[in-house]
Nanobody, 116 residues
Framework: QVQLVESGGGLVQAGGSLRLSCAAS????????MGWYRQAPEKQRELVAA???????SLADSVKGRFTISRDNAKNTVYLQMNSLKPEDTAVYYC??????????WGKGTLVTVSS
């Protein structure tokens, strides 16, 4: 019913930038939270950034000042602008869409590799 398609991952040198996009399709409830999580090898998945449909933003401390999350509600698309990338940002990045009452959906993930 709901599909999330991520794009924009890749290989970048430390200090570089990437922009991730995630487009949601299907039955999208207007009140929701869209965000990005990441999972590095042998680590737990962690929240990177989230943005509610009302405009409230959450950012992990490790990315504050470097990453920006934004969304286009008309297109049901969320973006993650990643600047000043570090090798420790290397991970698979997953798009997330959460509805009230705990219903959530995940994308398949896009790999971001930051070389030193």
């Amino acid at each position: 019913q709901v599909q999330l398609v991520e794009s924009g991952g890749g290989l970048v040198q430390a200090g570089g930038s990437l922009r991730l996009s995630c487009a949601a399709s299907g039955s999208i409830f207007s009140i929701n939270v869209m965000g990005w999580y990441r999972q590095a090898p042998e680590k737990q998945r962690e929240l990177v950034a989230a943005l509610t449909s009302g405009g409230t933003t959450s950012l992990a401390d490790s990315v504050k000042g470097r990453f920006t999350i934004s969304r286009d509600n008309a297109k049901n698309t969320v973006y993650l602008q990643m600047n000043s990338l570090k090798p420790e940002d290397t991970a698979v990045y997953y798009c997330s869409l959460k509805f009230p009452a705990g219903v959530d959906y995940w994308g398949k993930g896009t790999l971001v590799t930051v070389s030193s």
